[in-house]
């Protein structure tokens, strides 16, 4: 494979697309108030008995602070509520308002709609292969963000 940086390198494409599909991602889960980000927290609440802060970074690979701070803006548009977490006084677990599950349906709405239009005229072994690529991409960056 060719080590050169070009702007037609597979390496280049890749970080186009990430790009385009974040760009895309964005405009529209703006229009419903969201950050694309924000939006795997979102699921995670759904239909879930609660979750503490812990958990839920733990779930979705970040740290604890970057859920901190996306439960505070979630919870200032009134999406999220905390409760006292009646297993442990000392915390409080974190769920889902009835407006944050109507802006989640609409979250849900936006993902399909881009994904619809992102596979359009892909068969089903082309998307297998697609994420069998996808994935062994992701274990080798995992690999790279260990050395």
Do not use: W
Not at 34 to 47: C, E, N, R, S
């Amino acid at each position: 494979m060719n080590q050169t940086f070009n702007y037609n390198s597979l390496q280049m494409i890749i970080i186009l697309f990430a790009k385009q599909y974040s760009c895309s991602a964005y405009n529209q889960y703006d229009n419903i108030g969201l950050h694309p980000g924000q939006v795997p927290l979102l699921k995670a609440l759904d239909g879930a008995a609660g979750k503490s802060h812990k958990e839920l970074a733990e779930e979705l690979f970040v740290k604890p602070s970057t859920i901190t701070i996306a439960i505070q803006r979630l919870k200032k548009n009134g999406l999220i509520m905390h409760m006292e977490n009646s297993e442990d006084l000392r915390t409080r677990k974190v769920f889902l308002t009835e407006k944050g599950r109507n802006t989640l349906e609409e979250a849900e709405k936006i993902f399909y709609k881009i994904n619809k239009q992102l596979f359009f005229n892909f068969s089903e072994e082309d998307l297998q292969l697609l994420q069998s690529f996808m994935q062994r991409l992701h274990q080798n960056l995992n690999s790279i963000t260990r050395i």
